[in-house]
């Protein structure tokens, strides 16, 4: 089994998987091990301070605008994948998005016995894998150059296809290529909201999240590739302010860059909620009764008094439009620690009627209740008597219902 002979390297390793661990993130002692053994920081191109931070993603590629397109995945989320796909010894798998970090823990899991299959449509991204599974002992998973949209039928079926790219589909390929009792975790993005999902298959066209959580990813390229626009209403150095749009709107640029810079209505709901994570659901909620953008921003921004304080992520923040007018989520604390009270800023002629009707929508919110997603391919969408929304991809169709 290889093993670090770097002591700098064994100590920073060890306190990333103490972290992962006291965080809840790595759980299973398998998990646990596969992290703990595979030398991450001699992937190639990257800081090897950096690669071990629990929480930073290292990007290996960026294209002429500065865009990230590869990147070896923060140790949290690659263990919260990991955990997700409850990987076996013996199965084979299928990882999306190349990088060779991921496949030699995938390799860890299945075993000598498995099979792990890693791809990436980028010749460079492949070949430094190539380079990190020879160096590092693992040169037994099987690297290949080409669109994941088409999966790698020679070496199906597999009984886990783990994705570590975005997207906003469930090629046909996979649902071929997935086993009768397979289960995929992928990053997948509608209506601007980002979760890695874990789909567990329940029959030929149907498959079921089991797990839903938060997640950001560098975006799938080739046929699958379906990315956002960019709609800048603010400019300025250090201020720039910007809406993503998804799934084929459209806005007024020009009138809502006025707007923002005009007067602001802002009404407060009474909602309170505590920490961050509890936006997760609430997102989800508006994305499913609200037909939205995302508003982003530079702290300077918010500095400026256009915006609220980004969130540390960057997430930011879902955005109800109409005509020249715009209305989005804020905050404002309540005086109880850790607890802040939900409110609605609004721009534009109709800011009362949009920050009315955003506000009914958060009123509206059960915060026990839970989300679910179904998957169907092509054929007719799940039922549900729920309040749900309905996203149609190009092979599949997206059911997001709440009990």
Same mark, same amino acid.
């Given at each position: 089994?290889?093993?670090?002979?770097?002591?700098?390297?064994?100590?920073?390793?060890?306190?990333? =998987?103490?972290?992962?661990?006291?965080?809840?993130?790595?759980?299973?002692? &398998?998990?646990?091990?596969?992290?703990?053994?595979?030398?991450?920081?001699?992937?190639?191109?990257?800081?090897?301070?950096?690669?071990?931070?629990?929480?930073?993603?290292?990007?290996?590629?960026?294209?002429? %605008?500065?865009?990230?397109?590869?990147?070896?995945?923060?140790?949290?989320?690659?263990?919260? %994948?990991? *955990?997700?796909?409850?990987?076996?010894?013996? %199965?084979?798998?299928?990882?999306?998005?190349?990088?060779?970090?991921?496949?030699?823990?995938?390799? *860890?899991?299945?075993?000598? &016995?498995?099979?792990?299959?890693?791809?990436?449509?980028?010749?460079?991204?492949?070949?430094?894998?190539? %380079?990190?599974?020879?160096?590092?002992?693992?040169?037994?998973?099987?690297?290949?150059?080409?669109?994941?949209?088409?999966?790698?039928?020679?070496?199906?079926?597999?009984?886990?296809?783990?994705?570590?790219?975005?997207?906003?589909?469930?090629?046909?390929?996979?649902?071929?290529?997935?086993?009768?009792?397979?289960?995929? =975790?992928?990053?997948?993005?509608?209506?601007?909201?980002?979760?890695?999902?874990?789909?567990?298959?329940?029959?030929?066209?149907?498959?079921?999240?089991?797990?839903?959580?938060?997640?950001?990813?560098?975006?799938?390229?080739?046929?699958?590739?379906?990315?956002?626009?960019?709609?800048?209403?603010?400019?300025?150095?250090?201020?720039?302010?910007?809406?993503?749009?998804?799934?084929?709107?459209?806005?007024?640029?020009?009138?809502?860059?006025?707007?923002?810079?005009?007067?602001?209505?802002?009404?407060?709901?009474?909602?309170?909620?505590?920490?961050?994570?509890?936006?997760?659901?609430?997102?989800?909620?508006?994305? +499913? =009764?609200?037909?939205?953008?995302?508003?982003?921003?530079?702290?300077?921004?918010?500095?400026?008094?256009?915006?609220?304080?980004?969130?540390?992520?960057?997430?930011?923040?879902?955005?109800?439009?109409?005509?020249?007018?715009?209305?989005?989520? +804020?905050?404002?604390?309540?005086?109880?620690?850790? *607890?802040?009270?939900?409110?609605?800023?609004?721009?534009?002629?109709?800011?009362?009627?949009?920050? *009315?009707?955003?506000?009914?929508?958060?009123?509206?919110?059960?915060?026990?209740?839970?989300?679910?997603?179904?998957?169907?391919?092509?054929?007719?969408?799940?039922?549900?008597?729920?309040?749900?929304?309905? =996203?149609?991809?190009?092979?599949?169709?997206? +059911?997001?219902?709440?009990?």
């Amino acid at each position: 089994m290889p093993t670090s002979s770097v002591r700098p390297a064994d100590e920073r390793r060890e306190e990333m =998987v103490a972290v992962l661990r006291e965080k809840g993130t790595a759980r299973s002692p &398998e998990v646990i091990e596969a992290l703990r053994v595979v030398p991450r920081h001699l992937v190639g191109g990257v800081d090897a301070e950096r690669i071990y931070d629990p929480f930073r993603a290292a990007v290996t590629k960026r294209d002429a %605008q500065g865009i990230s397109l590869s990147s070896v995945s923060a140790p949290h989320m690659q263990a919260y %994948q990991l *955990e997700q796909a409850r990987v076996r010894r013996g %199965q084979r798998v299928l990882e999306i998005g190349s990088g060779g970090v991921n496949a030699a823990y995938l390799a *860890e899991l299945a075993g000598p &016995e498995g099979l792990v299959v890693t791809m990436d449509i980028d010749e460079d991204v492949t070949a430094r894998a190539r %380079q990190f599974l020879a160096d590092t002992g693992y040169d037994q998973v099987k690297v290949i150059t080409g669109d994941a949209a088409f999966g790698v039928a020679q070496f199906a079926p597999f009984d886990r296809i783990l994705a570590t790219v975005e997207t906003t589909d469930i090629p046909p390929a996979w649902w071929d290529q997935l086993s009768e009792a397979g289960r995929i =975790v992928a990053p997948i993005r509608w209506r601007g909201q980002r979760r890695t999902v874990t789909l567990v298959r329940q029959g030929l066209d149907v498959m079921v999240a089991v797990d839903i959580s938060q997640a950001g990813f560098v975006a799938m390229q080739g046929v699958g590739e379906h990315r956002e626009r960019s709609a800048v209403l603010h400019d300025a150095p250090g201020q720039r302010v910007a809406l993503r749009l998804d799934d084929g709107m459209t806005v007024d640029v020009d009138a809502l860059s006025r707007s923002l810079k005009g007067e602001k209505v802002t009404r407060w709901t009474g909602v309170t909620h505590q920490g961050p994570r509890a936006y997760e659901r609430l997102d989800m909620w508006l994305v +499913t =009764v609200l037909d939205v953008a995302v508003l982003t921003g530079d702290t300077g921004a918010h500095e400026a008094g256009l915006i609220p304080r980004p969130a540390p992520n960057g997430i930011g923040w879902p955005t109800l439009i109409e005509g020249s007018s715009m209305a989005y989520r +804020t905050q404002r604390a309540t005086g109880t620690e850790n *607890e802040w009270e939900i409110g609605i800023n609004a721009h534009g002629p109709a800011a009362g009627n949009l920050a *009315e009707r955003y506000a009914a929508a958060i009123t509206a919110w059960d915060p026990q209740a839970h989300p679910h997603l179904t998957v169907t391919r092509q054929g007719p969408p799940a039922a549900t008597d729920l309040v749900h929304r309905r =996203v149609h991809r190009l092979t599949s169709t997206f +059911t997001i219902s709440w009990d």
